[in-house]
């Protein structure tokens, strides 16, 4: 989906460098979320945010911080990568004030990580 | 707390024959229920949804699901799947009330020639 975009799309990395993925949305959605998705384990949630001053962590939120730099975009880095931090990580965006739309949240492509 | 499980991690299954995969989930409050494709090296794209009203919801690409409240399932199906169906599919839930979605661990289907 175009309106969520992510970047890079691939990014490969030492161990103990910092780290910044990018997302930006044109939907106009206030909520942004971060998710990594490792093998096996589904797709969990690392860190997520309501408006620009709300950040909350999520279910997996160590090792990693975010920065809502406006509406439309939301940053996620990893301040010293380290290997088991290889994984997808998605962002997605939702908007609960559509009734039809409550609680869908749409994803961007994704950005796969790989540290060395 | 919210989970899912999605029993079956991989589902194998020839062309155009039925298929169906599972998902459960636990809540001790009204949830809203969630289907999503992931298509091999794509994002997730959603394929139905259930907030309330009738339950057995139809989405994308002829699949459909049914909310078992009794049973706490929302399981999907389709009939009879193509080559192109092959992906990998996750369960989530939300609260009604809510802020979190909840993703199971996912299954990935097969379709055989």
């Known amino acids: 989906d175009a309106d969520v975009t992510q970047t890079p799309r691939n990014r490969i990395t030492k161990t103990g460098k910092r780290i910044m993925l990018e997302c930006s949305q044109t939907k106009g959605h206030d909520r942004m979320y971060w998710y990594r998705q490792d093998p096996g384990l589904g797709l969990r949630l690392i860190y997520y945010s309501f408006d620009v001053k709300d950040i909350n962590k999520g279910e997996i939120s160590d090792g990693y911080s975010v920065s809502r730099q406006a509406q439309a975009k939301f940053s996620l880095s990893l301040e010293s990568a380290i290997p088991n931090q290889t994984a997808l990580y998605f962002c997605?965006?939702?908007?609960?004030?559509?009734?039809?739309?409550?609680?869908?949240?749409?994803f961007g492509p994704g950005t796969r990580l790989t540290v060395l | 707390a919210q989970s899912v499980t999605q029993l079956d991690s991989q589902v194998p299954v020839f062309e155009e024959a039925p298929v169906e995969l599972r998902c459960n989930y636990s809540?001790?409050?009204?949830?809203?229920l969630f289907w999503y494709v992931q298509y091999p090296n794509q994002g997730l794209q959603l394929l139905l949804k259930y907030l309330s009203g009738s339950t057995l919801v139809k989405g994308i690409n002829g699949f459909e699901a049914e909310f078992n409240k009794s049973q706490t399932s929302f399981h999907l199906r389709k009939p009879s799947v193509h080559i192109s169906d092959t992906a990998e599919y996750f369960c989530a839930v939300s609260k009604n009330t809510g802020n979190q979605f909840y993703f199971g661990t996912g299954t990935s289907l097969t379709v055989i020639p």
């Open positions: 997605a965006t939702s908007d609960p004030g559509l009734a039809e739309n409550y609680n869908e949240q749409f």
């Open positions: 809540s001790s409050v009204s949830v809203y």
